[in-house]
C-alpha cells in the first residue's frame, strides 16, 4: 500500500469519525427534547443501538472500498480522532446547522403540513353538516312513520 493510498484511507476514517459523531449527536439531541411519554424519548437505546449498527457497517463498507477489508489499529484511532475533532471543534457549527435547517425548512414544511390537514379536516366536518341537515328531515318522518306503525 502506498502512502498516498494509506492517507486517503486515514483522511475517509477521520471523516467517517465526524459523520458517525455527528450522526449520535443527533440521535441523543432528538431523543433528549422529545417530550418525555413520546416513541422517541421511550425508545432511545433501540434507536442509538441501531444507529451504531448502521454506523458500524457504513465504516465496514468503508474500509472495503478504501482497503479491501483489511483492518488495523491506526483505522480505529483516524475514526477515534474524527470523534475528537467534531467533539472539539465541529459541534457547534453542525448544530447550528442544525438549527438552521430545522427553522427555514422542517418547521414550513411541518406548518403547511397542519394547515393541509386542518383545511381536509374542515372540509370533511361541514360535509357531515350538510348530510345531517339534508338528512334530517328524512330521519324525522321515518321515525313518526315508525310511531305510527307500532300504534297499530
Avoid: N
Avoid at 425548512?105 to 406548518?111: D, L
Avoid at 350538510?130 to 318522518?141: A, D, G, K, M, Q
Wanted: hydrophobic residues 50%; positive net charge; contains cysteine.
Amino acid at each position: 500500500m502506498t502512502v498516498s493510498e494509506q492517507f486517503l484511507s486515514i483522511t475517509v476514517l477521520i471523516t467517517s469519525g465526524v459523520i458517525g459523531a455527528a450522526c449520535i449527536d443527533l440521535v441523543r439531541t432528538l431523543s433528549h427534547y422529545a417530550p418525555p411519554k413520546s416513541l422517541r424519548r421511550k425508545g432511545y437505546i433501540i434507536f442509538e443501538l441501531s444507529t451504531w449498527i448502521l454506523l458500524g457497517i457504513s465504516t465496514f463498507s468503508l474500509l472495503m472500498i478504501v482497503r479491501d477489508g483489511e483492518w488495523h489499529f491506526v483505522d480505529f484511532l483516524s475514526q477515534l480522532l474524527g470523534f475528537c475533532l467534531y467533539q472539539l471543534f465541529l459541534q457547534r457549527f453542525f448544530r447550528f446547522i442544525g438549527r438552521l435547517v430545522d427553522t427555514l425548512v422542517i418547521r414550513p414544511i411541518g406548518f403547511i403540513l397542519h394547515l393541509f390537514v386542518s383545511l381536509i379536516r374542515q372540509i370533511i366536518r361541514l360535509l357531515f353538516a350538510i348530510y345531517r341537515i339534508i338528512t334530517y328531515p328524512i330521519f324525522i318522518v321515518t321515525k313518526k312513520v315508525k310511531k305510527l306503525t307500532l300504534k297499530k
